[in-house]
């Protein structure tokens, strides 16, 4: 359930931005990379909070179509990504992929972009 305005990102975010512009400043140089991945962690919560469970579905289905599962109405959505990943990598390790590389290898850089465009966005433009 969401409170009012600011929800949850939001406030991260004031926290991110307070941390990045106001208190790298003011604490010792030693301290500012700290303080630097506090305002990080901060941003990437906000933006995981924003994405929902759309991440998560977009993974589920990613593996599922390649190992061949039926998709299930999971109750515990993490649970079901996990496991899923786990199949996965032993699949991989097992061997029983590899005549699939290039298909996994497109899977797997799609779940990757989908990562990194919450992680680092904007991490795929020149610069980035």
Known sequence: MTQDRPDAPDLLDAVAEFLFTEVRQSVP???RFQVLVAANVCAVVARERRAGAEPLLDDLLLFSGLLDRQLSTADDLDRAVRET???LAERLRSGELDD???EVAAILRRHV???LAI????YDRPGG
């Open 113 to 115: 972009a989908g990562k």
């Open 100 to 102: 699939r590389l290039e």
């Open 85 to 87: 990943e786990a199949e």
């Open 119 to 122: 992680a680092r966005p904007g």
């Open 29 to 31: 140089p030693e301290q």
